[in-house]
Structures are given as C-alpha cells and as structure tokens.
C-alpha cells in the first residue's frame, strides 16, 4: 500500500510539472502574439507618414503595393477568433497562428460568455492540450491534407468544446480504455490532465477516432 501511494504521488508530480510547463509555454505564446500587435501599432504612424508621401508625389501605384503589403503583414497579427472571452480568444489565436505557420488549416467558430465558471487555468490546460495533440497529428500529413476544426458554443449552461483534425492512418486502439499518445509522455500526461479536469468540474468527454479523423468532445457545467 505505502509502495503505491508512493508511486501515485510521485506520478501526480511529474503530471503537476508537465502541465505547468506546458501553461508557460502557452502564455509563452500568448505573449508573443500580442508582442506582435503593440510593435505593429507602434510602427502605424510611420505607415501613415510613407503613405502621405506618396499621396503628395500622386504615385497610386506605390500607395496600393504599400496597402498590399500592409494588409498582408496585419494577417499575421490580428486576432482571427473574438469569443468574447479574453483568455480563450489568447489561447486559441496564438495556436491558430502556430498551426497556419506550420501550413496546418484551421476553421474555428466560437461564441461563448464574458466570464465563465472554470478557471482560467484549467482551461488553458484544456485547449492547449487539445490545440497541440491536433497539431502533432496534422503533421503527419501531407500539407494539403492537414485541417483542424475548432467550435465552441454554450448548450444551456454548459460550456461545449469540439476539436477535430484529420489522421494519418486508420481507426487508431484503445489500450487500457484510453487512446495512447504517441508523442511521448508529455502528450500522455496532457491527455490524464484533461480528464481530471473535466471530472473536477462535473463535466463530460468524448473522444473518437475514426477512419483519417479524430474528435474530442467536452462539456463543462458553468452553472
């Protein structure tokens, strides 16, 4: 008994030390996004001064490639989901921006409260993890190939969170009633993570893997 009490501890730190490794590394990346957005605001008068001289010289063509070029650069930075929830809009556009930089497509529709019933943290370690897992997966296809869907809604009082990216490969097994990671015990803990945290909350979760597709579903209470 002491022996598996031991171990049970010593497993729960090593969970503890991977998921907080992996919020810094998402806030990590938070920070990074918005880095972009000041230095980008900062650099508007600048934009603004270069147009007017163009507009002064009567050079149209220079002022088009100019806004061309800018609204190209804007892409980059602006956030491409507004939940109108601050700490999920962070999360999911810093790894919206990490996905489309690896040549990952990503659809996301989200609507949720202000303010919600989990903390911020747990619900970082949620999407984050499921944010990674769909990327690692998309990898090991083909560029063309690789897509990840994102919605998130309320249904009544419950938060509803839906991921699905396409596979490479078939219906993958479960072992031990879990789907096993294949990306190293990191990935492994981030999965356990999840599942307590929705347990903590009451919540639901579903995960299904299918031919060339895997979809994790999350209810949460907030009520």
């Not at 294949?182 to 909350?201: F, M, P």
């Amino acid at each position: 008994m002491k022996k598996a009490g031991f171990l049970r501890r010593s497993a729960d730190k090593k969970l503890e030390r991977c998921q907080r490794e992996l919020i810094q590394t998402h806030f990590q990346e938070v920070d990074t996004m918005y880095h972009q957005m000041r230095g980008w605001r900062h650099d508007f008068r600048s934009h603004i001064q270069t147009m007017k001289v163009y507009a002064a010289e009567g050079d149209l063509e220079a002022i088009r490639r100019y806004l061309d070029a800018l609204d190209t650069d804007l892409a980059t930075v602006e956030p491409v989901v507004k939940t109108g929830n601050a700490m999920t809009d962070a999360i999911l556009n810093s790894k919206i921006s990490l996905a489309r930089s690896r040549g990952i497509q990503v659809q996301a529709d989200a609507q949720i409260p202000y303010k919600l019933k989990i903390s911020e943290v747990d619900l970082c370690v949620i999407l984050g993890n499921l944010f990674d897992n769909a990327i690692d997966a998309s990898m090991e296809l083909p560029e063309e190939k690789r897509l990840i869907r994102v919605y998130m809604d309320m249904k009544g009082t419950q938060l509803y969170i839906h991921f699905t990216n396409f596979t490479a490969g078939g219906k993958l097994q479960k072992s031990g009633g879990r789907f096993a990671s294949s990306k190293g015990s990191g990935r492994g803990y981030g999965l356990i993570r999840i599942d307590r945290i929705v347990a903590e909350n009451g919540g639901y979760l579903s995960r299904n893997s299918e031919e060339g597709a895997f979809t994790t579903e999350v209810l949460l209470p907030q009520a």
